[in-house]
């Protein structure tokens, strides 16, 4: 069965520095992989989804990246900031009917 | 502004008894999902639905069941809760078709059960 393996439980990084964070997979490439945001209490926030012939989405200050050989993405916040400071959770398809397989997440703390 | 929303931000309970968590969506959604999240074991599905009247399990549907009798509204119900059940759970709902796939999520309920 498909594994998500976020590497980092946790990563600390000084306000204004880029923030790399890191999600493989197992098995089968999925057919598109998605990025949530996860304040403490909430519920997680949908950021970016990634297709499997997409190299590389932007949005803001956000990129996220999708190499297949790999079996990796890589989601990185530029200029961070300690308004970033949440854990990020990955996510691809998990089946015909729309459900997804989440990583455990990594949280982000940016000390200013 | 699309949303979804559970009953409860915050629920205690007593073990033995019977739970019922509900979860609304009003963006016209076909899925809904329900998982609960613990601490390093990040977030698992328990149940979702594709349309109304019908589930399928997810990774951790045992002590759990669920109905959708409407199209916006997914339910969870512990039928005797025990004291591992205590968790936050999530509910979620997206589209079917082409989109994104992406899932909204409401605010959680924080269930205890002693």
């Known amino acids: 069965s498909q594994k998500i393996e976020q590497n980092s439980e946790a990563l600390n990084i000084q306000e204004g520095k880029t923030a790399t964070l890191t999600c493989n997979y197992t098995?089968?490439?999925?057919?598109?992989l998605q990025w949530y945001r996860q304040d403490p209490g909430r519920g997680p926030v949908f950021l970016l989804l990634?297709?499997?012939?997409?190299k590389e989405k932007r949005k803001e200050r956000l990129k996220v990246t999708f190499d297949t050989t790999l079996k990796q993405s890589l989601f990185h916040i530029t200029a961070s900031q300690p308004a970033d400071s949440a854990t990020y959770l990955c996510?691809?398809?998990?089946?015909?009917?729309?459900?997804?397989?989440f990583g455990k997440g990594t949280k982000l703390s940016v000390k200013p | 502004d699309v949303k979804v929303t559970q009953s409860s931000r915050y629920l205690v309970k007593r073990t033995g008894e019977k739970v019922f968590l509900e979860c609304v969506q009003d963006?016209?959604?076909?899925?809904m999902f329900w998982y609960r999240q613990d601490p390093g074991l990040g977030l698992r599905l328990i149940y979702f639905?594709?349309?109304?009247?019908?589930?399928e399990k997810g990774d951790i549907p045992e002590g759990y069941s669920v109905s959708r009798e409407k199209k916006e509204r997914f339910s969870l119900i512990l039928e005797s809760a025990s004291t591992n059940q205590t968790s936050m759970y999530l509910c979620?709902?997206?589209?079917?078709?082409?989109?994104?796939?992406?899932?909204?999520f409401g605010p959680g309920t924080r269930l205890t059960v002693l």
């Open positions: 979620a709902s997206s589209f079917v078709g082409q989109g994104t796939g992406e899932q909204f």
């Open positions: 098995n089968y490439s999925p057919a598109y």
């Open positions: 990634i297709r499997e012939n997409e």
């Open positions: 996510a691809l398809n998990g089946g015909s009917q729309g459900n997804l397989i």
């Open positions: 963006m016209d959604h076909e899925n």
């Open positions: 639905s594709y349309d109304v009247k019908m589930k």
